[in-house]
């Protein structure tokens, strides 16, 4: 994964992540800066959902897009669980499906590929919430300055999903009331009780 222009390229995730606040619009913009950002054939990433800790693909390069949504790990598992648990960077610089960590995801093509990095996305608090990871058909290394480019989109990458998931619970709130007060409205301008019951069981199923 060579990075021909870090400073430059961050400057540019900086600009993608503080443009929208859509998750799914900021995740697909991100690994494609990612995988042009370097030798890598292959960008992903991964969210925590649910109250198993699964981690699920949220985004992926070409042409994995199709299965996004559809890969799970379970807590813990692969190398990308392993960034997850111990909170730090992981790398394999060659014969990636030997580790004993690793897992293998046909859907991914990962026999196709021989080294990784995987990087957690670290929350403001501290908790992780997920996890980049980059594969790369060929043996290789990864340098200090491409392990700080990493971190720090990483670090980028976190912010922008804390912002669009608050946005997303905001929006949902206001819309949840602005229902609340339309069925208050329904009900204030009922008559009689025969259009109040129908309106109220109307609103209580909406």
């Not at 293998?104 to 403001?124: G, T, W």
């Not at 790369?136 to 670090?155: G, I, N, Y």
Request: charged share 25%.
């Amino acid at each position: 994964m060579t990075v021909r222009t870090p400073g430059s390229f961050l400057s540019t995730i900086i600009s993608t992540v503080a443009s929208s606040l859509e998750l799914d619009e900021v995740l697909g913009s991100v690994v494609r800066l990612l995988t042009e950002a370097s030798a890598a054939n292959a960008c992903f990433i991964y969210l925590i959902e649910g109250d198993d800790e699964q981690l699920v693909l949220r985004a992926a390069s070409p042409p994995f897009e199709s299965v996004v949504g559809t890969i799970t790990l379970a807590k813990g598992e692969g190398l990308a669980g392993w960034a997850v648990e111990h909170r730090e960077p992981v790398f394999v610089a060659d014969n990636l499906l030997d580790d004993p960590r690793s897992k293998h995801v046909p859907e991914l093509d990962e026999e196709r590929f021989q080294s990784l990095v995987s990087v957690p996305l670290l929350a403001k608090d501290g908790s992780v919430i997920g996890v980049i990871s980059a594969h790369s058909p060929a043996p290789r290394e990864f340098s200090r300055e491409e392990v700080d480019f990493l971190v720090s989109a990483a670090a980028l990458v976190a912010g922008a999903i804390e912002n669009a998931r608050l946005y997303e619970g905001t929006r949902q709130r206001v819309a949840e009331l602005e229902a609340l007060t339309a069925i208050a409205e329904a009900i204030a301008g009922a008559d009689t009780l025969e259009a109040l019951l129908p309106t109220a069981a109307d609103g209580a199923r909406a």
